[in-house]
Structures are given as structure tokens and as C-alpha cells.
């Protein structure tokens, strides 16, 4: 009895860890993500999720997250509280028609 019990505690303890590494691997792409997925990033709300497109589509893609100091309202301490949530990699296309020119 005491086994059974104790296998599934230990089995509950596994499901938990794993959901929740599940949960923080999820990465925002700064480069192709919507304003509405922007939105998931911690300090991000929905006026700074829309300036980030707005100068996505001003200036071209991100390098780092880094970049994100330039829009007004992202310093860097809200930039080191996401770091880990998100991703820099631009798009196939793009990188198809830079070699193309």
C-alpha cells in the first residue's frame, strides 16, 4: 500500500516538473511574432507590443534583444526580465532575397 502510494506522488512530483518545464520553454520570435504574442513577454503590454512591429517594419529585424532599448519605453531592465523568453532568428525569406540582391 505504501509503495503504490508513494509511486504515485512520485509520479504526480514528474508530471509537475515537466509540465512546468514545459511552460517556461515557450519563446517569443521578436522578429515574426504578432503584437498580440509580444504581449506574452513580461513588461510587454499592448502599446509597447505594437511600437515593437511598428519599428520592426521601420527599421527591419532584430539582431538581439538588445535592439529593443531603442524603442521608447524598453529599457533594459525590462529587456533582462523576457531575455530568456526570447528568440532572434530572422525569416528564410528574408535571408533568400539578401542573396539575391
Partial sequence: MYIFR????????????????????????????????????????EKKAAAIVRHREAHGYFSSADDLAAIKGIGQKTIDG???QVEVTVPLDHELKKKRL
Avoid: K, P, W, Y
Avoid at 8 to 15: D, G
Avoid at 27 to 34: D, E, G, L, P
Fill in 6 to 45: 508513494n509511486l504515485i506522488i512520485a509520479l504526480a512530483l514528474v508530471m509537475g516538473l515537466t509540465g512546468a518545464a514545459l511552460a517556461d520553454d515557450h519563446s517569443v520570435n521578436i522578429n515574426t511574432a504578432t503584437a498580440e504574442e509580444l504581449t506574452e513577454l513580461a513588461g510587454i503590454g
Fill in 82 to 84: 523576457f531575455r530568456q
